[in-house]
């Protein structure tokens, strides 16, 4: 029997309460235990379908994985450069999901916007997987503005045309 195929489309405003559900569920599960309760109860607040649905209305470009009719992942892009979520539901982890939302969020980016750096802040369960993903630490963990304990971390594309070193 075959596996279902990941469908991976851009998100709509009306699909704010699912991502809401989503990323919830996988913070209290893999984020929440490593952060402060304050800051934990902050960042459950900010992801509302309210939040979730200005941020779509407004340009942040979101992208939802399925498996079938399940949503099982979401990546989240602002400005085209820096990666806000990327979410992947517990049982559905260590299936490429992550990467295959990251591989079509970071092209999208570098087809509307010609994005060669990318930036995000990880958590500490997260650190691993953005390495796998290519990505780099710029420093060591922090206490972001929003309270979470995060580590920022950067990836920069090679130049069309040029061959790496």
Known sequence: ???????VRLARPDDA????????????????PDQSREAGQAF????NAKSLREKICTGQRFYLGYLADVLVGVSGMRDDCHLVHLFVGTRYQGQGIA????????RDAVRRAGTRRF?????RCGV??????????TGPEQIAHHGLRVTPMKMILPTPGRKRA
């Not at 029997?1 to 469908?7: A, D, T």
């Not at 990467?99 to 970071?106: G, K, Y």
């Not at 930036?119 to 958590?123: G, I, S, V």
């Open 99 to 106: 990467r295959r939302l990251w591989q079509r969020t970071m």
């Open 1 to 7: 029997m075959s596996q279902p195929i990941l469908r």
């Open 44 to 47: 459950i607040s900010r992801i």
């Open 119 to 123: 930036t995000l802040n990880a958590t």
């Open 17 to 32: 309460p699912a991502i809401a559900v989503l990323i919830r569920r996988v913070a209290r599960r893999w984020i929440l």
């Open 128 to 137: 691993p997987v953005y390495l796998r993903l290519g990505f780099r630490a």
